[in-house]
């Protein structure tokens, strides 16, 4: 293990392995078989190991714990990957422009930025999103569905990401810090959005005058003027 040696390797793809055990998992791939079934929710899972990780969604355990920030997870691979918050490790390249980042996940979100790929598909308002998650947030639109709850005020939000920067509003967290002039922020697309200040980046441009704008909010409301629009008469 220590030595990264990795000499069992799957005779179909070539990937190679450190534990036979491991490689009898990645066999399943190719085969399609789940052999392991959580007793809870029916949930079929190709490896022990992860069955072993889905039951902690049901036990609502997270064994791994963060000896920088103790953050904990549920997932020994999730607290690695924490792990380069704090030691600014971005191990995944992008072999197109060469921006590195965290984890593979990250890496292939990215990558869709250059291959242009949308899969996911809103079938009631053909809108396209390049992640599951954001496809399914955005179905909240239509459905009216607010799931996520303030414990604190009750207000209700469609997404998560959402409720969780509202909760900064009650704990005082702002946790984006500006490396110019350390002003801080509770949401990262604000601290974007600030940093502009700073390089005069204008990246929105009208298509009529050329007249650029540091936020998008900004062209909206400039594009009134081409357009005579009046929307609080």
């Known amino acids: 293990i220590h030595t990264g040696e ?8 070539n ?10 998992e990645h066999h399943l791939v190719h085969t399609g078989e789940h052999p392991y079934r ?14 072993k990780r889905h039951r902690h969604a049901h036990t609502g355990e997270h064994p791994y714990c963060c000896d920088v920030c103790n953050k904990t997870f549920n997932n020994r691979s999730y607290l690695n990957v924490h792990h380069r918050v704090h030691t600014g490790e971005r191990s995944n390249p ?4 060469h921006k590195t980042f965290r984890n593979t996940r990250s890496l292939n ?11 996911y598909h809103c079938d009631m308002c053909n809108k396209t999103f390049k992640i599951l998650r954001n496809l399914k947030a955005h179905q909240h639109v239509h459905t009216g569905d607010r799931p996520h709850s303030c414990d604190v005020c009750n207000k209700t939000f469609s997404k998560k990401s959402n409720l969780k920067v509202h909760q900064r509003l009650h704990t005082g ?3 984006y810090s500006c490396d110019m002039c350390n002003k801080t922020f509770r949401d990262k697309s604000n601290l974007k959005v600030h940093q502009r200040i700073h390089t ?8 009529v005058c050329n007249k650029t ?12 003027v081409h357009t005579g629009e009046r929307p609080y008469s």
């Open 213 to 224: 704008f540091s936020q998008p909010c900004s062209l909206k409301i400039h594009e009134r």
């Open 200 to 207: 005069g980046e204008r990246p929105y441009g009208c298509n």
């Open 109 to 119: 979100l990215h990558q869709s930025v250059h291959t242009g790929e949308s899969p």
């Open 173 to 175: 967290e702002r946790p």
């Open 38 to 51: 959580c007793g809870v929710s029916n949930k079929i899972l190709r490896a022990r190991s992860s069955l």
């Open 15 to 24: 990937k190679t392995f450190r534990q036979p055990q491991h490689l009898k």
């Open 6 to 13: 990795r000499p069992y390797c799957c005779d179909v793809c």
């Open 94 to 97: 992008c072999d197109v422009c």
